[in-house]
């Protein structure tokens, strides 16, 4: 009866191998947490867009943030990728069509050598602005889940539009001008 | 005497020719036979580097064994890598510059990859303590232990000698 009036009474001492367990297996949790996040975020459809910087194949230095007061237009986009070859004549009529009304076209390819991006841009005659994403940095940014994605960016730097299928002319035409009249 | 300067004049200009002979043919061999050609690069040697490196574009499966057109052109630059005379090393630095650390089967151990390194080892060391503290309870001697350890007479001593008494008294009613 005493022993237990006793060890009511006094308080526990701190397990603290048990509190390292916890810590770590809380640990271990946030990591796997950080993780499943990372890997089911969803593409940005509105809000601001991440910024950021590209090198282009012609040694051009392109700045999203510098972009303010244009409709930017980005395509990620590899010369493996078969939908991307659908896409190709369209975007580069849409920016014929767009280069001279305050649009920017930018277009990022995504694992892909060098050389067969030249190539690719060659044989569809594509003039826009494109470069690699070294490190795949900006399309973890985007969160991109393939190819062809493409983002339009509004003049206040912000998603108005997204897009994971091959686009025509008509559907970036009606996209952009929408952009355009915001 | 002009006959003698004539010979020594003579004895040079033969061991002058030699000499100019002798260090052209190894050069004449050089011109003659161009140094052969590389021996060609091998699948083996290809996919010996190429299942170190997983393609961004198809996750989870080793770059030898994707059948993707993006994983085949990998394994091209790969080839032509070899071919330029660049080690393992230096192929799989490119790789990961160009398209990132994830790209990298075995992850380089340094800023947050170090996790990777840390977690399993903390988490064995856990599993471990976890284990033998649950062995020692299960052991029998522990049990028994435990047992005894309640079997201590117990001290009354700060109870009221009246409260003690009376429970005794109840107890052995109770037990009878």
């Known amino acids: ?182 | 005497m002009r006959f003698s300067r004539l010979l020594i004049i003579s004895g040079i200009g033969v061991m002058l020719t030699a000499l100019e002979v002798a260090v052209s043919i190894p050069r004449a061999h050089a011109q003659q036979d161009p140094d052969p050609s590389p021996a060609p690069i091998t699948d083996d040697q290809v996919n010996e580097i190429a299942n170190q490196l997983f393609c961004p574009v198809c996750e989870n499966i080793p770059l030898d064994v994707c059948g993707t057109q993006a994983c085949s052109d990998w394994r091209q630059e790969i080839r032509a890598m070899l071919a330029d005379g660049k080690s393992e090393a230096e192929i799989k630095q490119y790789f990961a510059s160009r398209y990132g650390q994830r790209v990298l089967a075995t992850p380089e151990a340094s800023g947050a990859n170090l996790l990777v390194w840390v977690l399993p080892v903390v988490g064995a060391v856990i599993g471990l303590g976890v284990l033998v503290v649950a062995l020692r309870q299960m052991a029998p001697g522990a049990l028994a232990a435990e047992v005894s350890t309640s079997a201590v007479a117990p001290d009354y001593s700060d109870l009221e000698p009246e409260y003690v008494a009376r429970f005794e008294r109840e107890y052995k009613e109770f037990s009878s």
């Open chain 1, 1 to 182: 009866v005493t022993q237990d009036a006793q060890a009511i009474a006094q308080p526990r001492a701190v397990r603290w191998g048990q509190v390292a367990i916890w810590v770590a297996v809380a640990a271990i949790l946030v990591v796997v947490w950080l993780g499943l996040a990372q890997t089911f975020a969803a593409q940005p459809n509105n809000g601001k867009a991440p910024d950021f910087t590209l090198q282009t194949f012609d040694g051009q230095t392109f700045r999203l943030s510098e972009q303010r007061g244009k409709v930017v237009l980005v395509n990620f986009w590899a010369s493996w990728c078969a939908p991307c070859e659908e896409e190709a004549p369209d975007l580069q009529a849409a920016w014929e069509k767009y280069q001279d009304k305050g649009v920017v076209f930018i277009g990022i390819a995504y694992v892909d050598a060098d050389h067969k991006s030249k190539a690719f841009m060659e044989k569809f005659g594509i003039t826009y602005m494109n470069g690699p994403d070294l490190g795949t940095k900006i399309s973890d940014d985007y969160n991109i889940k393939g190819v062809p994605e493409t983002f339009i960016i509004n003049r206040d730097g912000e998603v108005t539009y997204f897009a994971a299928v091959p686009l025509d002319l008509a559907t970036l035409s009606a996209e952009l001008d929408k952009a355009l009249a915001e």
